[in-house]
């Protein structure tokens, strides 16, 4: 209470700037990170420009995870509702007045800029359901699971229309971990689980042409080798022919004759894979497997309710882009547009995973407040 | 409260913690199965796709070789291949043809003329992948397109080596041409087998030597293992098996006489073939007028092939090789050849000339050319002034058939066989020939206009020439051949064509003497060629003829002066020298220029001058040169 010494200053930018920051959670990002920006560099081979893009990107999406850091678990609760409403808001807006870009309704234009909504629900879903889930905390009746389950439906159907199946399936997937997590009874889910594949002819139905052929191209890509398949078949290859050891870096030919499309974006797996073969895509797994792992041991560890289905929710969330996008390129899932966390290159996508992480570095760093 | 709160909250905690559990042990079963497709793709099915890595990657593209050159028997080029650039486009990647040729027209010029040129070998090569728009492009064009070269795809500019002609008409006629592959051709090449050493080349020879000698000049394609990208764009080369250039050609030819018998036929049509009796090689070929082979090579445009193809004067004939001329007086050596050989006439053997003659029973009299006739005639003396009686008589006694057999031996009535393609067989009448063709019988009257020359009797400049040699060479003969040897790319190792005499006339030496004897005495004073024999270092042997192109009735006269051009009589001359030791015989045919000795046979002395005596001709024959008569 007398005189801050030069010491007081140095401890208090160290807690400032310092132990806000989770160490093993950022440094296996930072891992992910560079390997993700050496294959863009192969990938976009010619094209440097796409490599400091990307750096630009992840020193946004440092800063704002850093920033999201800061803020207190609880200032995050507060602001879930306004989030999601806003989200929700945005996503009408966008059936009602949205830009069409390649037949889907995807964008906002504000004039300044256009934004995709569908995006930060990604974020918002999670986030609305914790804190729901936290305030019925220890009396949850089933009204309350059904209110539950409309606030997961209305923008999960609002983004499946626009339409953008793949958000709309991680939209859903991040709300049904918060679900699963909170403790939907096991009957519940199972009975879901056969309701959910007893209407799959409905969702046939229900799916748009070019929907329904990514499904079939998956079940045989040679029926369109040169169409929807294309992407499938090459990506595939270029795996297959990485092989045990790789080609080594920025020797693919796959990926340097451009036979890989999308090679920057959703399909730089396939140039990773390539190029550093199994054992690189090992390598891979086991980083994503650690960050995965840090993120629920803080998700374990966490203070509330609300904050231990949000950890666990955007861990789990972490995961299902890694294995919806790997399994896409290596030809064991439909072809749907999610970027690999970390690696492909992408401003938007960078931003919601830092901020993901910046939410479970802020959950981190606050669980010894609250507990004692 | 609070207590019941945090056992809840424990209960809750615990909860929680098995089904966080739950989920990781899905991730970790999930990255699992990854790694399992991984391995699968990566370790077990990785030689199948590495296969399929590598077949993306490399495309095989055929090396088109390098063609043959031809040269003449002095070395000089007669066709050669330069480098230049094309402007192709590729017709499956080029949605509008129209379009995208209007867009070029704005950076390179392309004329009328290249559009339908272009246009007709779209509907003549279907089966090629690319056309050119252009050909012959300068540096600067090149560099004008390759800046714009982004916005045309299926557009290409390609370096490729040209065939040029540099004498253009001179040797159109032997050497002929080549010209894209078409689709005919490509059918011909699949019935033959041979669509695979055609791989990666677009032209083939159509006309000539190029034509008759495809196979030797062609070459062999190699084959280059090439990496493209997935446009198909080629980046580079990574192994290859050089194509085998063709063979080249070299000619018996000789580009200055020929240079010096085309000049001295001035503005007149028609053809000379000149042969070296010892070997059969033929040393000059001429059809006049010819044309500029280099036209046909990217494919002629619509306009100019007309004008080519309708031309009155025809210079895409080949006259040395497929026109067909009646003999006239040129068959008279043949004839008396046939009498002695025969025992029909002896040398001392007179007639007395009425001018004109006569078949018991028949009404008609067939005439001799000089009116009132030659007096006293034998042997020796019809040669030199062509009696026309003399041959009547001597028809009359031998017959059709003898005569049709004896001159069978020099090659009339058949092909000779030289080496260029579309050879005509002309024609040498028979009783069999008449009962096939017209269903009638012979009738004596027919034989009797054969024995001048005239009637059904056809010959190629060619023949005259081939028959001409024979006689020459004192009945051995060779097979006319333009090309002396075909030169081995590789090896150099060098091919004669045709070194071995074909058979031999037997022929009794003192009757050919006599004949021979006659030949010269026609080109000194007091024969029909005296004036074009007049002066001469050397002696040389010749016959003059003339070709009627339209019947006269019976009591006509001929009047050149009346007669319009393209109805006046055909010159010919057959002659060789120097008669000693003949190194070089001639057939020569001037279209429409009136008596053989008037314009024919000057021509004849005049290549001979150069040949034999190394006399450059001042000027070419004109029209009223020297008026032998037939």
Known sequence: MTSITANDVALGLKERFVDSIDGPLFSIALLILALGLATLYSAAYGNPARVTGQLANVGVAVLIMWLVAQVQPQTLARLAVPIYVVGVGLLVAVALFGEIVNGARRWLDLGVTRIQPSEMMKIAMPLMLAWFFQRREGQLGWQDWLAAGVLFAVPVALIAKQPDLGTALLVAAAGFYVIFLAGLSWKVLIGGAIAGAASLPLVWSMLHDYQRKRVLTLIDPTTDPLGAGYHIIQSTIAVGSGGSMGKGWLQGTQTHLEFIPERTTDFIFAVYSEEFGLLGNGALLVLYLLLIARGMVIAANAATLFQRLLAGAIVLSFFTYCFVNMGMVSGILPVVGVPLPLVSYGGTAMVTLFTGIGILMSIQRNRKLVQT | MRGTHFGNGNQDLKRFQVRLGIAGFCVVAAFGALFARFFFLQVVQHDYYHTKAEDNRIAIVPVAPNRGLILDRNGVVLARNDSAYTLEIYRNRVDDLEATIAELAQIVEITPRDRKRFKRMLEESKGADSLPIRSKLTDEEVAKFSAQAYRFPGVEVKARLFRQYPLTDLTAHAVGYIGRINDRDVERLEEEGLTAKYKGSDHIGKVGLEASYEHALHGTPGVAQVEIDAGGRPLRTLSQTPAVAGNNLVLTLDTKLQKVAEDVFGEFRGALVAIEPATGGVLAFVSKPGYDPNLFIDGIDPQTWDSLNNNPDHPLNNRALTGTYPLGSTIKPFMALAGLELGKRTPEHTISDP???????????????????????????????????????????????????????????????????????????????????????????????????????????????????????????????????????????????????LRKVKLNPKWLQIVKQAMVDVTKPGGTAGRAGMGATYNFAGKTGTAQVIGMKQGERYDEKKIAERFRDHALFIAYAPAEKPTIALGILVENAGHGGSVAAPIARKVFDYYVAGIRPASPVSADEAADSD
């Open chain 2, 355 to 501: 001018g004109s003659f006569g078949l018991p029973g028949v009404a008609h009299r067939w005439r001799d050319w000089k009116p009132g006739g030659h007096g006293s005639v034998n042997l020796h003396k019809s040669i030199v002034i062509s009696c026309d009686t003399y041959y009547y008589g001597l028809g009359n006694d031998l017959g059709i058939d003898n005569i049709h057999s004896f001159l069978s031996h020099f090659g009339f009535g058949q092909k000779t066989g030289i080496d260029i393609d579309g050879e005509k067989p002309g024609l040498l009448p028979s009783q069999e020939w008449k009962m096939k063709r017209f269903k009638q019988k012979w009738y004596a009257g027919d034989t009797i206009s054969v024995s001048i020359g005239q009637g059904y009797n056809l010959a190629t400049p060619l023949q005259l020439a081939f028959a001409t040699a024979i006689v020459a060479n004192d009945g051995v003969v060779y097979k006319p051949h333009i090309v002396r040897y075909v030169e081995d790319s590789r090896t150099g190792e060098r091919r004669e064509v045709e070194p071995e005499p």
